[in-house]
C-alpha cells in the first residue's frame, strides 16, 4: 500500500479506498439530489474547514455534532469506497465533499439545482500543505523532497492531478447561480463575512450569537483539538504518527520554503495557465 498511487484517466488518486471501477460508477451512475449540498475542493484547500463550518451552520452553532461523529462521514467523500456507500443510504438533504475534476464528477449534478460551493487556495500553500501531508500517508506515492513534490506538482503529477486544471474546469461553473466560489484566504482574512456569505448562499439565517459560534467552532484550535475533526483516528492506517492535517493553516506559508528560482518558475507557469481568467478570482495576488 505504502508509496503507491492509483492512476485513473491520466490522473494519480490514492490507492486505499479507490478503484477505477467505483471512480467509474460514481460519474456514470451516482444520483446527486437537488437538495444536496457539495463541497468541492483541489486537495490541501481548506476543504475540512469548510465542511466544518457548513455543519456548524446547519447545527446553528451548536459544536454537539461536529464533536460526536467524524468529519468523514458527516460530509462522505463520494469518490471513495466508503463515503459512495454511506451517500446512497443517507436520507434527506446530504453534504457531499470531493476533490474529483469537473470531468471524473457525477454527471447527475450538472442536471440537478443541488448546490455547491468551490474553495480555491493560492497553489503554493496548496504545494507547501501537500508536501507535508503526503509525506506522512500510507496510500499515495510519497514526495521524498521538497524538489522533487515541486517537479511533480508543476507537471500535475499530484494526487488529484493538476491544480490548474482542476481550477481551470470547475471555473467554466462560475457564472451559474447554484455555484458559489469561495477562497481560502478571504475564509482567513475575514470569516465573518465569509460564513455570512455561506449562509446567504444556502438560505440559512444565523443568530448573532449562533454565527459566534461557528466561528468558534470551527477556528483552527477547536479543529485541531477536535478528534472528530483533525484525522488522529486515521493515524496508524492512514497515516504515520506524525501527520498531521492542521499543520500552521496559514496563508503565504510558501514564503518559509520557496527558493527564489521555484517562486519565478511558479509565477510564469501561473501566467502561461491562468491569464485569461479574471484575477480577481485569485485573491491572493
Ligand atoms: S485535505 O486532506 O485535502 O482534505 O485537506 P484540506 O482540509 O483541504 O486542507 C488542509 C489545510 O487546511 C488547513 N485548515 C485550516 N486553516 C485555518 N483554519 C481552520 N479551521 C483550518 N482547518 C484546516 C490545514 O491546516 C491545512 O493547511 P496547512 O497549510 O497544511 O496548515
Known amino acids: 500500500m505504502t508509496g503507491k498511487s492509483l492512476w485513473f484517466e491520466g490522473i494519480p488518486f490514492p490507492s486505499l479506498d479507490y478503484s477505477p471501477e467505483l471512480l467509474r460508477e460514481v460519474q456514470e451512475s451516482f444520483l446527486v439530489k437537488d437538495e444536496d449540498v457539495l463541497l468541492l475542493t483541489f486537495p490541501k484547500s481548506g476543504t475540512n474547514w469548510l465542511i466544518e463550518t457548513v455543519c456548524l451552520i446547519y447545527s446553528k452553532g451548536d459544536p454537539k455534532w461536529v464533536q460526536s461523529e467524524p468529519i468523514w462521514d458527516r460530509s462522505p467523500w463520494v469518490e471513495t469506497k466508503v463515503g459512495y456507500e454511506l451517500l446512497k443510504e443517507k436520507e434527506g438533504p446530504r453534504f457531499i465533499s470531493s476533490h474529483l475534476p469537473i470531468q471524473l464528477f457525477p454527471k447527475s449534478f450538472f442536471k440537478s439545482k443541488a448546490k455547491m460551493i468551490y474553495l480555491i487556495r493560492n497553489p503554493r500553500d496548496v504545494f507547501v500543505?501537500?508536501?507535508?501531508?503526503?509525506?506522512?500517508?500510507?496510500?499515495?506515492?510519497?514526495?521524498?523532497?521538497?524538489?522533487?513534490?515541486?517537479?511533480?506538482?508543476?507537471e500535475g503529477n499530484v494526487i488529484f492531478g493538476s491544480w490548474f486544471d482542476h481550477i481551470r474546469?470547475?471555473?467554466?461553473?462560475?457564472?451559474?447561480?447554484?455555484?458559489?466560489?469561495?477562497?481560502?484566504?478571504?475564509?482567513?482574512?475575514?470569516?465573518?463575512?465569509?460564513?455570512?456569505?455561506?449562509?446567504?448562499?444556502?438560505?440559512?439565517?444565523?443568530?448573532?450569537?449562533?454565527?459566534?459560534?461557528?466561528?468558534?467552532?470551527?477556528?483552527?484550535?477547536?479543529?485541531?483539538?477536535?478528534?472528530?475533526?483533525?484525522?488522529?483516528?486515521?493515524?496508524?492506517?492512514?497515516?504515520?504518527?506524525?501527520?498531521?492535517?492542521?499543520?500552521?493553516?496559514?496563508?503565504?506559508?510558501?514564503?518559509?520554503?520557496?527558493?527564489?528560482?521555484?517562486?519565478?518558475?511558479?509565477?510564469?507557469?501561473?501566467?502561461?495557465?491562468?491569464?485569461?481568467?479574471?484575477?480577481?478570482?485569485?485573491?491572493?495576488?
Open 129 to 154: 500543505s501537500g508536501y507535508f501531508f503526503w509525506r506522512s500517508a500510507k496510500f499515495v506515492k510519497r514526495p521524498q523532497s521538497l524538489e522533487q513534490y515541486f517537479d511533480w506538482f508543476v
Open 169 to 285: 474546469g470547475w471555473m467554466s461553473m462560475r457564472d451559474k447561480e447554484n455555484f458559489l466560489i469561495l477562497s481560502y484566504e478571504e475564509m482567513k482574512w475575514d470569516t465573518r463575512s465569509t460564513v455570512e456569505k455561506i449562509c446567504q448562499f444556502l438560505g440559512k439565517k444565523l443568530e448573532p450569537e449562533e454565527l459566534n459560534s461557528v466561528l468558534k467552532n470551527s477556528s483552527f484550535q477547536a479543529m485541531k483539538e477536535n478528534n472528530m475533526s483533525n484525522y488522529s483516528l486515521l493515524k496508524g492506517q492512514y497515516f504515520e504518527e506524525n501527520g498531521q492535517l492542521l499543520r500552521k493553516g496559514v496563508a503565504g506559508d510558501w514564503k518559509n520554503y520557496f527558493t527564489v528560482a521555484q517562486a519565478e518558475t511558479f509565477d510564469q507557469l501561473f501566467q502561461e495557465k491562468m491569464a485569461d481568467l479574471p484575477q480577481d478570482l485569485f485573491l491572493w495576488k
